[in-house]
């Protein structure tokens, strides 16, 4: 047993079993806490806290399927491409609602932090939380911020978007498909897009999209918001 445990298969079949499972729950139970990403997390967390298993150990297998997180991330240009007519009549929309998504994700963070006092290092790692991991890793070393944080932070966000926008787009009474898709994917990149993509295809094209444009704009709106850092 040791011995499997201490292989790359380790921890990609636990994290496969995880994931089926973390389904299979959320299609019995039908409850928000039962999501795929939550259950199948808490999980691995448990698992390996009982076979007193290290986080690196696991990772052996969890860096190999973290290598199919970009290719994946670019499927999801297929479906913009299959609604791009919907995305040329709405380009203004579109690129004025990625816009506001990020001076709104960017903006906030930076003044929750001011309140609160946090440190430079803090703040420059929690400004990029709302967009896609390897975009917000780079935005946050630019600034000198603490990539561990930003990592936890981007995680976070994307697990609230994940189980809570049902409930949001419920709360606000958001009706447009297109409206719905680049809300999600603005404010919770590639965790939120898998919900937008269950909701329907058009709200997952255009929250596929919103990871891409957010992306971009984080960057260069970061660049403000690290002057006053």
């Known amino acids: ?32 806490l039962c999501n795929t990403m939550l259950v199948a997390g808490f999980l691995i967390i448990g698992v390996l806290l009982i076979l007193n298993v290290s986080h690196e150990t696991y990772n052996q297998g969890g860096t190999i ?33 990625c816009g506001v998504g990020v001076i709104t994700a960017v903006g906030s963070v930076w003044v929750m932090c001011r309140m609160f006092g946090l440190d430079r290092a803090v703040t420059a790692a929690l400004l990029p939380k709302s967009v ?11 600034h000198g911020g603490i990539t ?43 965790l939120g897009t898998a919900k937008a993509m269950e909701i329907g295809k058009t709200e997952g094209a255009m929250s596929g999209l919103a990871i891409a444009l957010c992306g971009v704009m984080t960057a260069i709106v970061a660049l403000g918001f690290g002057v006053l850092l």
Not at 90 to 97: R, W
Not at 163 to 171: H, N, V
């Open 1 to 32: 047993m040791s011995g499997f445990i201490n292989t790359p298969f380790f921890g990609i079949v636990l994290s496969m079993f995880a994931y089926f499972f973390g389904q299979k729950m959320q299609k019995k139970f039908k409850f928000p």
């Open 65 to 97: 399927l973290s290598l199919m997180v970009n290719p994946a991330t670019m499927c999801l240009s297929l479906g913009i491409y299959d609604k791009w007519e919907l995305l040329k009549k709405n380009a203004l929309p579109v690129l004025v609602g």
């Open 132 to 142: 896609t991991m390897p975009i917000a890793t780079a935005v946050a070393e630019s």
């Open 148 to 190: 561990s944080i930003t990592i936890a932070a981007v995680i976070v966000a994307g697990l609230i978007g994940n189980i809570g926008a049902p409930f949001f787009i419920k709360l606000f009474r958001v009706k447009d498909p297109l409206a719905v898709g680049l809300a999600i994917g603005a404010s919770s990149h590639a």
